[in-house]
C-alpha cells in the first residue's frame, strides 16, 4: 500500500509503542492509587507531562492530556467561554469558517447556549485576514479560536499575528479575549511553540503525529479563565476528570518528543516530494488544479482538483490500485457534502467535488510518489469517462 492519508492518522511510532507496553502490561496501576503500583504509573505520568510541556515550550502545570484532538478542542472553547461568561466578560467569540468539525460544532453549541458566533471567511488560499480579525472584535468578545494549520489543503494561518493583535487590543480596550487554536495537524511540520505563538490555549492529537489514537493534548496558559467540562474527580489538576489513559499519554510523550525533533530536515525532505506529485499531476493529467496555498502551508498536503469526475470515485479507484488519500471531505449517510473549506475559499463546487487530497508523512518515499504518479493518470482518465457514461 502506498500510505498517502497522513492528515487522518498517521502509523504508530514503533518507539512510542516500546514505550507504551509496559503500561498495557506489568505497570498496570491508577494513578491515583496509595501504593507502588499507582506510583509508577503516576510518575510515568509525571514525566510524560514533563516532555509534552518541553516540546511545546509550555510549563508542566499548563499540559492536560485528553482522549484527543476532538476532546482538546471541545474543552478548550466551552471550558474557557463559559468561564469567562460567568465573569461577566462577555459572550461573543470569533472563529473561522474553515475550521475542523470539532470547532465548528462546538461554536455552533455555544450559539445554541446563547453565545454569538463570528465566523471569519478567508481568501482564495485558505488563509484567515488579520484584518478582519481584528474588525471582528468587540467589548464582549471572551473567545477567537483559529486553527494554526488547514487540514484539508494545508494552509497556515498567522496565528502569532492574531494574538499581537489581541494583546494590543488588551492594553487598547483594557479587555482581554482569550486564543484557542486548534495546531492538530502542525507538529512535525512547523514548530509548536506557545510562547512564540503567544496563545492562551493549544489542542493536539497524537495520532497524527505517530502517537496513539484516543489521546490528545490541551495546553490551557496558566491564568485561562476556565471551567472543566467533565466532572468527577480531581485528575489533570482538576481539569478534566477520570481515570488517566496511562499508556496513550506515554505514547503521546514519545510521539511528540521524536516529532519535535528535525523539523526542518524532514519538512524539506517531504516538501520535495510533495512538490514532485503536484508537478507531476499537473504534467500529465489535463484540467487538473491544485486547491490551497502554494506558500505558508504544511510542507506534506496537496489538495488537487480535477475537471469532471467526483473525489470519492477518484479514492475508490485509487483504493482499489493500492494508493490510500482521502477527499478530506465530510461523508454523512451516503450523502456526498462538498468541503466547507474549499467552499470558504470560492472553488466553484464542482471543482470542489472533483477535488482529492494526498498527506505526505515521514514514511513516504520517492517510490511512493512515481507509483502514484504511475496510476493517477490512467485512473482519472477512467474516472472521467465512468462519469460522462453515467451522466
Ligand atoms: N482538528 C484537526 C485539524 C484535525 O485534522 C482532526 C482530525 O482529523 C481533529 C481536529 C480531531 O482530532 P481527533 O481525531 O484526535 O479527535
Not at 39 to 59: G, I, K, P, W, Y
Not at 165 to 194: C, F, N, T
Not at 250 to 276: C, P
Not at 354 to 367: K, Y
Amino acid at each position: 500500500m502506498v500510505y498517502l492519508d497522513h492528515a487522518a492518522t498517521t502509523p504508530l511510532r514503533p518507539e512510542a509503542r516500546e514505550a507504551m507496553l509496559p503500561y498495557l502490561g506489568e505497570n498496570f496501576g491508577n494513578p491515583s492509587g496509595h501504593y507502588n503500583a499507582g506510583r509508577v504509573a503516576q510518575e510515568a505520568v509525571d514525566e510524560a507531562r514533563e516532555t509534552v510541556a518541553s516540546c511545546l515550550n509550555a510549563r508542566t502545570s499548563e499540559i492536560l492530556f485528553t482522549s484527543g484532538g476532538t476532546e482538546a478542542i471541545n474543552t478548550a472553547m466551552l471550558g474557557i467561554a463559559y468561564a469567562m461568561r460567568r465573569a461577566g466578560a462577555g459572550s461573543h467569540i470569533v472563529t473561522t469558517a474553515i475550521e475542523h468539525h470539532a470547532g465548528l460544532h462546538a461554536a455552533q453549541f455555544l450559539e445554541e447556549i446563547g453565545f454569538e458566533v463570528t465566523t471569519l471567511s478567508c481568501d482564495g488560499f485558505g488563509r484567515v485576514s488579520a484584518t478582519e480579525f481584528e474588525r471582528a472584535l468587540r467589548p464582549d468578545t471572551v473567545l477567537a479560536s483559529v486553527m494554526l494549520a488547514n487540514n484539508e489543503v494545508g494552509t497556515v494561518e498567522p496565528v502569532a499575528e492574531l494574538a499581537a493583535i489581541l494583546k494590543e487590543y488588551a492594553v487598547r480596550q483594557r479587555h482581554r479575549v482569550m486564543l484557542h487554536s486548534d495546531a492538530v495537524q502542525a507538529p512535525g511540520w512547523l514548530p509548536v511553540d506557545v510562547q512564540k505563538l503567544g496563545i492562551d490555549a493549544l489542542s493536539l492529537s497524537s495520532h497524527k503525529f505517530g502517537g496513539p489514537k484516543g489521546s490528545g493534548v490541551l495546553f490551557l496558559r496558566r491564568a485561562t479563565p476556565f471551567h472543566a467540562l467533565l466532572l468527577g474527580g480531581g485528575q489533570e489538576m482538576q481539569k478534566r476528570a477520570g481515570t488517566e489513559n496511562v499508556a496513550g499519554i506515554v505514547g503521546t510523550a514519545k510521539a511528540l518528543k521524536l516529532t519535535s525533533e528535525n523539523i526542518s530536515a524532514r519538512a524539506s525532505r517531504v516538501g520535495g516530494l510533495r512538490e514532485r506529485l503536484r508537478q507531476g499531476i499537473l504534467e500529465a493529467v489535463p484540467d487538473a488544479e491544485t486547491n490551497g496555498c502554494q506558500e505558508n502551508c504544511l510542507p506534506n498536503n496537496l489538495n488537487i482538483s480535477f475537471e469532471g469526475i467526483e473525489g470519492d470515485d477518484l479514492v475508490a479507484r485509487l483504493d482499489a490500485r493500492g494508493v490510500a488519500a482521502s477527499t478530506g471531505s465530510a461523508c454523512s449517510n451516503a450523502m456526498w457534502e462538498p468541503s466547507h473549506v474549499l467552499l470558504a475559499m470560492g472553488v466553484p463546487i464542482r471543482r470542489a467535488a472533483g477535488s482529492i487530497r494526498f498527506s505526505l508523512g515521514e514514511g513516504t518515499t520517492a517510490g511512493d510518489i512515481e507509483t502514484v504518479l504511475e496510476l493517477l493518470p490512467g485512473e482519472v482518465e477512467r474516472a472521467r469517462l465512468s462519469a460522462i457514461t453515467t451522466g
